[in-house]
């Protein structure tokens, strides 16, 4: 058990160029993680602001941007409502790393940081509660996108 | 869905101290003593590195004559553990959700 970080990955049928534009481009990023709009200012420093209709707003501050190959930005998941600036102790570190694998692409995020995180336990458990509901709104919105595209 | 205290993230953060706690929970029970028979690192240090997981709640320990025997307290780092395994499928969700837009 590693105590202070998550690790996921995928592996995509599309290239590298496609899900670089998923995960780092407003349009995109503005339909299926928030559901009120987004920007993204693509820049190390730059910020990432996500908006959802009823959950408020999230400021993420971006700090690596390799096109097609690193994306991490640095976030306030137990803020809420969110909107405070990330920094040292509220905050966790994404790092999305992609990777062409033949014609597809493997996609691995890590999450890092919760050890610093310095909220009270009751404080994170009323956070955790408003954040799972959020992920719940924002994936019917993503599936009613999915969908609406596909069509 | 529980969250850990800080306390408890920050307290297996440090590896010689995630090393005293894995031992403990091998060895059954242990002493700062023992312990550090089996560490490279000094008895004075392992008893400071128990102290801290005492505090997170991690580890009880019942005093015997001279020394003070310690056991894990598996429930606080089940609901860690819990915790943690939340947000990795928060994480699994949203990578099929990307996996899912750009094979359209």
Known sequence: ?151 | MGAPADEVLAALADPTRWRVLTLLAERGSGTATTLAGELPVSRVAVVKHLAVLDRAGLVSGTRRGREVRYTVRPERLDATARWMAGLASEWDARLAAIKRLAEE
Not at chain 1, 17 to 44: C, K, M, N, S, Y
Request: proline content about 4%; charged content about 25%; glycine content about 10%.
């Open chain 1, 1 to 151: 058990m590693t105590a202070d970080q998550i690790e996921r990955e995928t592996v995509i049928a599309a290239p590298v160029e496609r899900v670089w534009a998923l995960i780092t481009e407003a349009e995109h990023v503005g339909r299926w993680f928030g559901d009120a709009g987004a920007e993204v200012d693509l820049r190390p420093g730059g910020a990432m602001t996500l908006r959802w209709s009823e959950h408020g707003t999230s400021i993420a501050r971006i700090e690596q941007v390799e096109p097609h190959s690193l994306f991490s930005y640095r976030w306030a998941p137990f803020e809420d409502p969110g909107g405070e600036e990330p920094v040292e102790g509220n905050s966790t570190l994404v790092e999305f790393t992609l990777a062409a694998e033949g014609d597809g692409t493997r996609l691995r995020v890590v999450e890092s940081g919760f050890a610093g995180l310095h909220c009270s336990h009751e404080q994170r458990a009323a956070n955790l509660e408003g954040n799972t509901a959020g992920w719940k709104a924002e994936l019917g919105e993503l599936e009613a996108y999915a969908s609406k595209v596909a069509a």
